[in-house]
């Protein structure tokens, strides 16, 4: 646990110092766009017509699928595949009072449809992360499960 945990830093901290720092006359010119998730989906998406799979008897859903080049899952483990569904489809909590105004046919789009690929690059290293998702006109907040939380599942 530890291990993977400093790996992971590791790695973020290498990407972080190896981008370009601009001269100090450039610096207030530098303007990031913001990205939201929507815009950011297509980049992602590796797979835009997935379906369902099934991998050593763990069925991994189209909505997890889609995020992967075609035939890159099909040797991957049983508990794998059930990480790979967690991750995608399961790895955050609604936020109750948000989920409860919601109509019953942006509930079923939501059953349907959502998964949280394109918002785990918001997560928090250790606490859940509060976000607003708007689904299509379906306007809800999650909880995000920390990376801490994703690493520890079994």
């Known amino acids: 646990m530890r ?8 790695f973020l901290a290498k990407i972080s110092f190896a981008q370009e720092v601009p001269a100090a006359s450039e610096r207030q010119a530098v ?3 913001v990205t939201t998730a929507q ?7 590796k797979n835009p017509n997935a379906t369902d799979i099934t991998v050593n008897g763990v069925v991994i859903d189209k909505r997890a699928v889609k995020y992967y080049p075609e035939g890159a899952l099909r040797e991957v483990s049983a508990e794998k595949a059930r990480k790979i569904n967690f991750i995608y489809l399961e790895s955050y909590e609604p936020e109750p009072e948000s989920f409860s105004a919601l109509t019953e046919s942006c509930k079923a789009r939501i059953a349907a449809t959502f998964d949280v690929g394109t918002y785990s690059q918001l997560r928090d290293m250790t606490e859940r992360k509060r976000i607003t998702v708007d689904l299509d006109g379906c306007r ?11 690493i520890n599942y079994q």
């Not at 815009?39 to 998406?45: G, N, R, V």
């Not at 809800?140 to 990376?147: A, G």
């Open 140 to 150: 809800f907040d999650i909880y995000l499960f920390s990376h801490e939380e994703i």
């Open 39 to 45: 815009e950011y989906q297509p980049k992602l998406i």
């Open 3 to 10: 291990y993977k945990l400093f790996f992971l830093l590791a």
């Open 31 to 33: 303007v990031k766009p």
